[in-house]
Antibody, heavy 121, light 106 residues
């Protein structure tokens, strides 16, 4: 069974940093595209970053230069390092796997349970 | 690519048929997915490729469309269908979502 378990969220002061982890099981992360998606309280879904099976990475403009996505293949874990946190980064952060084949990415499935990041002094 | 869902709020009764529309600001072929989200839970994939039902999703859900206009239809609403629905485009980066449609019980 494919499963994603996020961790690393918490309460952080403005300007602080945090590293989120997404431990995967049931598949090998280097064979799939994986993304992070966030959802601010009472708001919609926002794609944040992707790491391709080959290791290339892309970011939303809103987080570029502050977020770094990476992976440890030996741990089958994807990470999201977040710097210079502000209140606008307060959200639940979800790890997702891209569903797709020869047509490329067609959806996100499955999703992890999410980890809450709260930025406040 | 911006996605605009309509309506943003929808009130319906058990047994009703409802349709949610998602319009893209430019053509996205059929790289369109639909998700259902319940409070405190992660989104659940319903449909991808605009019309392909994800395994395990009831056949009461269906999707259609191509290019810039897409629809999600739910036939014979069940109590567990009351939730928020999002469309998503994966035609290009940044991947974007619609603003959501909240479906409430009338």
């Amino acid at each position: 069974e494919v499963q994603l378990v996020e961790s690393g969220g918490g309460l952080v002061q403005p300007g602080g940093s945090l590293r989120l982890s997404c431990a995967a099981s049931g598949f090998i992360i280097s064979n799939r595209y994986m993304s992070w998606v966030r959802q601010a309280p009472g708001k919609g879904l926002e794609w944040v970053s992707v790491i391709y099976s080959g290791g290339s990475t892309y970011y939303a403009d809103s987080v570029k230069d502050r977020f770094i996505i990476s992976r440890d293949i030996s741990m089958n874990t994807v990470y999201l390092q977040i710097y210079s946190l502000s209140a606008e980064d307060t959200a639940v952060y979800y790890c997702v796997v891209h569903l797709g084949g020869v047509r490329g990415s067609e959806a996100f499935d499955p999703w992890g349970q999410g980890t809450q990041v709260t930025v406040s002094s | 690519i911006q996605l605009t869902q309509s309506p943003s709020f929808l009130s319906a009764s058990v047994g009703d048929r409802v349709t949610i529309t998602c319009r893209a600001s430019q053509g996205i072929s059929n790289y369109l997915a639909w998700y259902q989200q319940k409070p405190g839970k992660a989104p659940k994939l319903l449909i991808y490729g605009a019309s392909t039902l994800q395994s395990g999703v009831p056949s009461s859900f269906s999707g259609s469309g191509y290019g810039t206009e897409f629809t999600l239809t739910i036939n014979s609403l069940q109590p567990e269908d009351f939730a928020t629905y999002y469309c998503q485009q994966l035609s290009g980066y940044p991947i974007t979502f619609g603003q959501g449609t909240r479906l409430d019980i009338k």
